[in-house]
């Protein structure tokens, strides 16, 4: 049974981190890249960012790509989503998905999802 399981949410006050798990099984994890996505009340889900199947690209979205990286431990098969300077709009549920070989901003390309962990910052 394919699995991915995101954990790390909470409330986290403006300028604080938090960093972000997404803990994989049933696939061969080191041919997935992995997307991370978000979904703030009555918006759509947005993309966050993506890391290549093998670590060596990663891509983010503007409004992260100064606060927030990407990693992954494929010998654990988690993937990571760190979270820095972080922002009331950065409030949502945050969910980690899989694509087979390349990553790519949109969510309708990926094959498999979490059920994501909610983040909340306060002001």
């Known amino acids: 049974e394919v699995q991915l399981v995101e954990s790390g949410g909470g409330l986290v006050q403006a300028g604080g981190s938090l960093r972000l798990s997404c803990a994989a099984s049933?696939?061969?994890?080191?041919?997935?890249?992995i997307g991370w996505f978000r979904q703030a009340p009555g918006k759509e889900r947005e993309f966050v960012g993506f890391i290549g199947w093998r670590a060596i690209n990663t891509n983010f979205a503007d409004s992260v790509k100064d606060r927030f990286t990407i990693s992954r431990d494929n010998d654990k098969n988690t993937a990571y989503l760190q979270m820095n300077r972080l922002k009331p709009e950065d409030t949502a549920i945050y969910y980690c998905?899989?694509?087979?070989?390349?990553?790519?901003?949109?969510?309708?390309?990926?094959?498999?999802w979490g059920q994501g962990t909610q983040v909340t910052v306060s002001s």
């Open positions: 049933g696939f061969t994890f080191d041919d997935y890249a």
């Open positions: 998905a899989a694509k087979y070989y390349r990553g790519s901003r949109d969510p309708g390309e990926y094959d498999y």
